[in-house]
């Protein structure tokens, strides 16, 4: 819980909660070459620098799989007990990274400027599982450690502290079906990949008070509603 707080994130290893060979299977049925070539299924968001990304009505047909991996598997419990909090889930994607994708470059999801809040309030809980494992050359996940701790409240020193902080940097090493939960207001980016291995991860995006899910209903209702049932929260 402590490290949690300190880095703003936190890896927790696959055998430490329950996915298992059948879970992961479910959740790859989509992830076939030819499925990753159609269009209907995986879409290149160029807000996410052409990650291949599973439209929503895929992961509403598989839903259970996803509430799943996220309930049924403790994953949820383990994410309360490290923060702290209650959490409330608001949205989730499927995403597979490869050679065609560009740098996701530093930033955060939640920050102060000028005054005023931009992203998400409070900021959200980000919850990555790397389905088939990832490292520094194949696109995972990389934090500024501790900067969620300190927003300079301007762009352009965070850009700077962020590209300059070196010893700072972390790009860990994880393997398949390893998780990274990550506070939506560290500092954080994704780099191109430099290998032949593909990055595939679920993102789950959590809250700390269902009012927090509100803007999120229009598109993720029903992966809500599972969720909500699945934890038995009215
Ligand atoms: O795909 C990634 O590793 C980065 C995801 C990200 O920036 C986010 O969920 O806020």
Redesign the pocket.
Known sequence: MEQYHNDGFLKVPAQDYGIDDQLKTSLRQYTSEGNLLNEEIWRRNSKDQG?LTLQQSYIQENVQAYINLLVGSGLHAILEQVTGRSLFLTNLMH?V?DQQCRT?RW?R?SYLRNGSWIGPLPPPL?C?VYLNGAGPDS?V?GFIRGSHRFDPKNMYVDLLAAYTLFPYQAFQSVGEGDVVIFD?SIL?C?KKLKSDKTRE?I?FGLTTHTNGQQPYREDHQPVIDAFMDATGIQ
């Open positions: 990650t995403l990274t996701l930033h999801d980000k990555a696109s996940t939506g954080h994704r991860a993102i």
